[in-house]
């Protein structure tokens, strides 16, 4: 896709948004600096790891008949699949209403599944669901969920109609994520710093997706920058704590009467062998062999998880590495394995991302230190990291 084409497409997607979710939000961390991570060896809980499903040419919604039975695939979604959930399922969810079905089976217990068994029952239909892996084993979990629709976007893969879906499903998901209760479903409206190490002509295109959702972006101005880059800008988005949100997800569908059974499929017949009449696909990568889709590949990501610190309540991204928290863990990321299967996590990957990141906070805890005055409340925070 073409710049100009993005921006439409981006521009679009802000038009189709409705933003009043956010205006209730904003100002949430006005005036607050941001403060260093400390990361230190000692303070590593673990490191996850999670493969992507990832198709060049986007995630898939479509429906496909095979003898008296009709599944409707919602898989694909690469970096972004908690973020698009609800938008892809709602698009899923309008091909099961055609039919008559009462019941439906979805196969697959992630964020998309989750998210397609809920729009199902809202809609008054009965659901079932069947999974190999129930949360917190899955993908959806490892992922530190920050709400960014254009996470591993192949910006040269896509044609009109995807951009279009892209569209419609960031703009119901968005609105979507805005209306669930943030306590319970563990959703936060935090600052996010997109960091450059060149000054950029305009919003870098990883950010203009939520440039033309979040009218509060604004460059940071130097003598506000505490990160020491040439570049950087902020805005909110949503960060979805995966461990809580799922599983309140889960409780939500069997509240409504659904059931959850762990089941794992070894091939089509075997899923066209359930009972309901109407499947929906929420295999993720799954679908590789399940359904035959030649095109969609892991993309290996995995996190260095930190013990939680005080006050690190924003996101970082840019510089090969982001930073992202949860209610109670620090994690940090960055790491994108094209093709590779295996959930050991890559040592080299590990080394690099703690280096980088140790690093970079060290070096912002310097120099909140040597710009702070004596006795000012702001050398009292950051002292400690000296
Ligand atoms: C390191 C990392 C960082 C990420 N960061 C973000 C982010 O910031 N924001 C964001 O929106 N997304 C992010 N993602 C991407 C996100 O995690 C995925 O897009 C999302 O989890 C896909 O959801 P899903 O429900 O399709 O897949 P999954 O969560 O993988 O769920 C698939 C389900 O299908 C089941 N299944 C598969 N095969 C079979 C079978 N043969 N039989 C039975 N059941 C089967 C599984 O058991 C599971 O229940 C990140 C991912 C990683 C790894």
Redesign the pocket.
Known sequence: MDRRAYLKLMGGLAGAVVLGPLAGCSGLNAGRRPAPVRVERGLIKRI??????FRPSGFVVRAERFDGKLVVHN?G?????????WGTAHRAAQHVLETEAEVCAV????????ATARLLQERGRSVAI?????PP????????????PH?LLDRDGQTPAFEQQLREAGAFAFERYGSLRAARYGIRLLDNYALHDERQPGFPWSVQAVAHLFPEIEEVPPEENPFGTPYALRYKTYQ?DTGVYLNALAEDVRAAGGTITV????SLEDVLGLPERVIVN??????R??FGDEEIFPV????TVLEQQDAIDYVLTGLGFYM?PRHNEILL?G?FEHRVETLRPNDKATERIFRRTQGFFERMAGRAVSSAEPSGSRLREFAVFT
């Open positions: 996850d790891v999670g493969l992507r499903p898989y979604h690469g970096g972004s699949g908690v973020t698009l959930s196969v697959g217990c992630g964020a998309v599944g989750l069947y999974a190999r892996d129930l084993q899955t993908t959806s979990n490892v992922a530190p969920a920050q709400w960014a996470g979805i089941r794992g499929f070894q929420c295999a993720g990568l799954g679908s062999e399940l290996k990501g995995q996190l992202m990321g790491t």
